[in-house]
């Protein structure tokens, strides 16, 4: 039974490049999560999406990003023009369901280093 | 407002036992968990308190006072394994943001032999 994917592990972009960050959910997950982490600190949320709808992006900058969890495929998280200030660890989350005490299993990240 | 303390730093010896605390303070209260992060690697869960008292889970233990906005991470028995973030995170109460969880910038434990 995978756990959570993402892909790549580690990604490299100059400034004014996109990144394209990719995440697989558990089996009979439909609850996706997006964190960034930068060092020394703690998880920040940026993003809550079920399949096909956003249900909360309150923590995810409004120019630039986007995300979305299609009915079929990953959900992808896509930073345009990205800048040095969004290097960071990028964690994506899946759960089964929102309901109260739902753990959240974590995927391995995704490091974006911007040059 | 939000917040979550914790401890920066924390270190023990290997075979002894140490308390992480964590305090909070957000809109309101559905749950506390506990994620254990090794050095470049994901979150994995730990465990989640809801109700006041003491959940134990072989050696890792954790406490929860809502009344008090407090919680602790109990391990006994440290191995050197166990080096590694520990981080706290609240979900919130209000209806707006159901689905958050509020995280602690982590306990960075070290393990001594």
């Known amino acids: 039974n995978a756990g959570v994917m993402q892909n790549p592990r580690h990604l490299v972009r100059r400034r004014g490049q996109e990144a394209r960050l990719r995440c697989s959910p558990m089996k009979g997950h439909s609850h996706v999560y997006w964190y960034r982490q930068l060092p020394e600190e703690g998880l920040k949320f940026m993003v809550y999406l079920q399949k096909e709808n956003i249900i909360d992006e309150s923590g995810m900058p409004k120019e630039r990003f986007s995300a979305e969890f299609p009915k079929e495929g990953p959900s992808i998280l896509r930073i345009q023009q990205v800048v040095r200030g969004d290097s960071a660890a990028y964690f994506c989350a899946s759960s089964p369901s929102s309901g109260f005490g739902e753990t959240q299993y974590f995927g391995p990240g995704t490091r974006l280093l911007v040059l | 407002g939000q917040n979550i303390d914790q401890p920066t730093e924390m270190t023990a010896t290997e075979g002894a036992i140490v308390q992480i605390n964590c305090t909070y303070q957000?809109?309101?209260?559905?749950?506390l968990f506990w994620y254990q992060q090794h050095a470049g690697e994901a979150p994995t869960f730990l465990s989640y308190?809801?109700l006041d008292g003491l959940e134990e889970k072989g050696r890792f233990s954790s406490f929860l006072s809502r009344s008090k906005g407090y919680s602790y991470l109990l391990l006994k028995e440290l191995q050197m394994k166990d080096s590694a973030s520990y981080l706290c995170?609240?979900?919130?109460?209000?209806?707006?943001?159901?689905?958050?969880?509020?995280w602690g910038a982590g306990t960075k434990l070290i393990i001594k032999p």
């Open positions: 995170a609240v979900r919130e109460g209000r209806l707006d943001s159901n689905y958050q969880l509020i």
């Open positions: 957000t809109s309101g209260f559905n749950g």
């Open positions: 308190n809801v």
